[in-house]
């Protein structure tokens, strides 16, 4: 390694400052316009968890139905009688339990994804933050220039790239380009700036710590929270991400779940198969499961991450 | 570059479609087209049967492999074809329907089959479904399954309230009138809000000519009068609640389910799919004929589908055994209606028994679903083009009809809107349209 540590008071880039204590002091709620506002607060909260579990409930309720009552009872009223059992045999038997390997996929093209993605995102944004290299700046404006093209209008171009290499239609067409994510690089630079002091860095130089090495070891650790953001932002991206995979696979063995839970639900009803309508209701309540929990399991990175940002 | 090649290999035939597309040169030959009829094929379709039928192919054919990959159905598949035909890698078999076949030959996206299954093309298939596969004088596609317009309704209910099966338009409406008034919450149609394929085969049916190839340019008549006809007549019935006006997905069957629809308009396929979805009303629907506006025999095509070889496939020759065996072999046949539970009607005339005998009844009564859809093959008006653009045309359409039912657009005007809006899209695309 030959690049060596910005000194300690930066010229350009603007210091980092100490992180604010935190606001938790209440509001007094004695006045009258403040205790409305609350009120209206609460019932526009109320109003948008409505809105967000309305969907869930039919899909829970669907799910439990069977083919019959689907289309015959109300959606928002349980069935004549409970089919989630078999319902959800039927689901993971289907076609060989293609659903299974579909999960699978989605583990790794998400999961294993963002978790690089998120790796590099705070390498990169540590490295921007902390060392000094020629061209630095400009490197930065080309990131933030990434994030200014939204995923869905490089999906063809990527296609096109992939079509050249040969890696249309494989793992690899769909994972690799899950692992670039400019806006994780934009946020690890923001967390790194707030968390991480350079005096920190200093000492552990002074000890003898490696660079490598103390990015590993002491850097690292207090991005934690801004990590599993990342992580989390990335995500969700890429168990979002649509139009890539329709373009780049055509196998279905290499298909992520939504992807195979629009083929099922394309061509269920105007091909006859209405037992593939069941199965794309089934597979998307078990799909967003996953999702529930992982987002419950992180929420406390989840929710220290958000603001950590806003006070940069 | 690779739309470069794509367009110079299609400049071969002097004809309307070949010159609307842009800057063709001339003197490019068709060099792909192969004579080996051995080695590996891969196939996409999102149709009922596909994975059946590549397999039992392979089981007669030791010397071709064919991959079958199934894809979503919809606009989306039809993006993803055109864009494996940029990057050169698409499949060696496609499906494409019948709507969109104009605009994959236009650009020059699939292989001229001409000279490989075009006498197969001419020979089998009659003038109504020849008329969507060739285009300009060359054969673009091989037509697997008619999709004639049909009636399906409840026999029950409208024996029950003595309702007689309309035969002419103003019969059908006196019908839905009766039906309404027999139970408020039934009604005799529906009207489907994201699909125009329904209304377009409606207007076809009437006399109505969309798009017409001429020479060097198109004439784009979206609102002629026939289609105006149509369109008012429609409009009408779902202002006046007289039709349901729903998606073709779960609300539509949702409805059926209910009973709050006891007729609706479809095609020949639609009997396997009322049987496949609702199950339980085993007994009590019937096929009839489409009504017409003079009670002659009239019809037009709702859905249907075509295989290509796109341009680029790299086994051409065994894409073509492939196709020929799948849409004109007895063979072939049975393996797509081997589940006994699709009422697609053959485009080949020869494999209409075949599929007939496949087809179980009973959910009819025993009513031979087949023969009413092979009248209403025969009526299939000849002239009809479909055009370059439909992605865009369909979409022009069905972003205004679930405003239909409640006043706020009328259905001729949104007829004359998407006509507008597909012309400018092929300008756009340096297509030549001649005025209306």
Request: glycine letters at 8%; hydrophobic letters at 45%.
């Amino acid at each position: 390694m030959t690049t060596s540590v910005r000194p300690p008071a930066p010229a350009r880039v603007p210091a980092p400052g100490p992180v604010p204590p935190p606001r938790g002091r209440r509001r007094a709620a004695r006045r009258p316009s403040a205790l409305l506002s609350k009120t209206g607060v609460t019932a526009l909260l109320a109003l948008a968890t409505f809105y967000t579990l309305l969907p869930l409930t039919w899909l829970l309720l669907s799910s439990t139905k069977s083919r019959q009552d689907l289309f015959g009872t109300n959606g928002f009223a349980l069935g004549d009688e409970i089919h989630l059992t078999q319902n959800l045999q039927y689901l993971f038997s289907a076609q060989d339990g293609v659903y299974l390997r579909w999960v699978l996929n989605t583990v790794l093209y998400a999961g294993v994804g963002a978790l690089l993605a998120a790796v590099f995102s705070v390498a990169a944004g540590y490295a921007f933050d902390k060392l000094a290299f020629p061209g630095k700046e400009r490197l930065f404006s080309l990131v933030l220039l990434g994030v200014m093209v939204p995923a869905t209008a490089l999906a063809i171009p990527l296609y096109l790239l992939a079509a050249k290499v040969g890696l249309v239609n494989t793992f690899w067409g769909v994972f690799l380009p899950g692992l670039v994510f400019p806006f994780g690089v934009y946020l690890a630079r923001v967390f790194s700036a707030a968390y991480v002091p350079d005096e920190v860095l200093e000492a552990a130089r002074m000890d003898g710590a490696g660079e490598f090495r103390t990015f590993r070891r002491i850097a690292f650790p207090m991005i934690a929270p801004g990590f599993v953001t990342i992580f989390l932002f990335q995500f969700t991206q890429i168990w979002n991400s649509f139009f890539l995979p329709l373009v780049m696979l055509s196998d279905q063995d290499l298909y992520p779940v939504n992807l195979g839970l629009y083929v099922w639900y394309s061509s269920a009803l105007s091909q006859g198969r209405p037992e593939d309508y069941l199965l794309a209701v089934v597979g998307s309540l078990v799909s967003v499961a996953p999702l529930i929990a992982v987002f419950l399991m992180l929420q406390r990175f989840w929710k220290s991450g958000m603001t950590a940002g806003a006070v940069k | 570059m690779l739309r470069r090649t794509a367009v110079t290999t299609l400049a071969g035939s002097v004809t309307a479609l070949a010159l609307l597309v842009t800057g063709c040169g001339g003197g490019g030959q068709d060099t792909s087209a192969g004579t080996e009829k051995t080695g590996e094929v891969t196939f996409w379709s999102f149709l009922k049967g596909s994975e059946a039928v590549a397999a039992a192919f392979n089981r007669s054919h030791p010397d071709i492999k064919v991959t079958f990959e199934t894809v979503p159905s919809g606009q989306e598949y039809y993006s993803k074809l055109t864009n494996a035909v940029k990057a050169g890698t698409a499949p060696d078999v496609a499906v494409v329907e019948y709507p969109h076949l104009p605009e994959f030959a236009a650009q020059g996206k699939v292989e001229d089959l001409t000279g490989t299954l075009g006498p197969a093309v001419k020979d089998g298939f009659p003038e109504a479904v020849r008329q969507l596969v060739e285009l300009g004088g060359r054969t673009w596609g091989v037509p697997r399954d008619a999709a004639p317009l049909t009636l399906m309704y409840r026999k029950d209910f409208f024996t029950r309230h003595e309702i007689d099966v309309p035969t002419t338009w103003d019969a059908y409406r006196t019908m839905t009138e009766q039906v309404k008034k027999a139970d408020a919450n039934a009604r005799g149609g529906v009207l489907y809000t994201n699909n125009p394929g329904q209304l377009t085969a409606l207007a076809w049916q009437s006399g109505g000519q969309w798009f017409t190839a001429a020479d060097d340019s198109w004439k784009v008549t979206l609102d002629d009068a026939p289609s105006n006809k149509v369109a008012s007549f429609w409009g009408d019935l779902a202002r006046k609640d007289l039709v349901r006006s729903l998606t073709d997905a779960d609300p539509f069957w949702t409805s059926v389910q209910k009973s709050q629809t006891v007729a609706y308009v479809c095609a020949s396929w639609c009997a396997g799919a009322q049987q496949a979805t609702v199950p339980d009303q085993k007994g009590k629907w019937a096929v009839a004929p489409a009504p017409t506006w003079d009670g002659k025999p009239a019809s037009a095509m709702f859905g249907g589908s075509s295989f290509v070889v796109p341009k680029g496939a790299r086994n051409s020759g065994a894409a073509a055994e492939f196709i020929k065996w799948i849409t004109t072999d007895p063979e072939g046949m049975k393996a797509w209606v081997a589940s006994g539970t699709s009422s697609m009607l053959p485009a080949d005339p020869a494999l209409v028994p075949v599929a007939r005998a496949a087809f179980k009844t009973d959910y009819y009564g025993g009513q031979d679903v087949y023969a009413v859809g092979a009248e209403s093959y025969k009526a299939i008006r000849s002239g009809w083009t479909w055009g370059p653009v439909t992605g865009t045309t369909n979409a022009a359409i069905a972003d205004e009809l679930p405003k239909v039912a409640d006043g706020t657009a009328a259905l001729p005007a949104v007829l004359t809107q998407a006509e507008r809006t597909t012309v400018e899209q092929m300008e756009r695309r340096g297509m030549k349209v001649s005025a209306p």
